[in-house]
């Protein structure tokens, strides 16, 4: 299947700190996802992305679409304790519907 | 309460017993899968259903089957699992998988070892 490279793999970070982390792919993608996982539950949606170029936010998160379609990135300022867990990224294609092809995400620890 | 839901949380056994976890929805959506998720490796999807009575492989379909006779309920199955099938699954659905702005819900995940 497609290839997503999603960076960095993990993150341990202050609190307060700002966070970044991005997704690139060798394929076009149609929509972006960024989901969270917190410990022992499955993946939630943070935020959907869906036309290139799109800056979308949600609370303390923001995440873009790539211009090019093959990458997407997710920020997270001013760090919580709640957001630890891990954060995945997820493209969904025209060409392949139904197969949402996940990065292997990026775990996130915060120390207070 | 909107859910998946996934049984059972946690299951044991062995090389070559059969198994089936099951997964509900109660959303009424037409659009059922599921995956595994191992160390390093992400989400990789096994199965997905566009609809009743339609299903077709994701990424690693070997040693599982599925079945959609049903539009709430995608049991996974495993005819004769392996120790390579030790892994955490996960069942999700959406309104359909072929609108973009139709996100994924998850279960809450079925953490299977086979010895």
């Known amino acids: 299947g497609q290839q997503l490279n999603q960076s960095p793999q993990s993150m341990f970070i202050q609190e307060g700190e700002d966070v970044s982390m991005n997704c690139t792919s060798s394929?076009?993608?149609?929509?972006w996802l960024w989901y969270k996982q917190d410990p022992g539950e499955g993946p939630v949606l943070l935020i959907a992305l869906y036309k290139a170029g799109e800056l979308t936010s949600n609370g303390r998160l923001t995440a873009q679409f790539g211009i090019t379609r093959k990458d997407s990135f997710l920020n997270i300022s001013a760090s919580i304790p709640s957001d630890v867990g891990i954060y995945f990224c997820a493209g969904g294609s025209t060409d392949s519907w139904g197969k949402l092809q996940f990065g292997a995400g990026t775990q996130v620890v915060v120390t207070p | 309460e909107a859910q998946v839901t996934q049984n059972p949380r946690y299951l044991i056994t062995v090389t070559g017993k059969k198994l089936t976890v099951t997964c509900s929805q109660n959303m009424n959506h037409e659009y059922m899968s599921w995956y595994r998720q191992d160390p390093g490796l992400g989400l990789r999807q096994i199965y997905y259903?566009?609809?009743?009575?339609?299903?077709d492989k994701g990424d690693v379909p070997e040693g599982y089957k599925v079945s959609r006779k049903e539009k709430r309920n995608f049991p996974l199955i495993l005819e004769s699992p392996s120790p390579n099938q030790t892994s955490l699954y996960f069942c999700?659905?959406?309104?359909?998988?072929?609108?973009?702005?139709?996100?994924?819900?998850f279960g809450n995940g079925t953490r299977l070892t086979v010895t």
């Open positions: 999700a659905s959406s309104l359909s998988g072929g609108r973009v702005n139709s996100p994924l819900h």
């Open positions: 394929s076009i993608f149609n929509t």
């Open positions: 259903s566009m609809n009743v009575e339609v299903t």
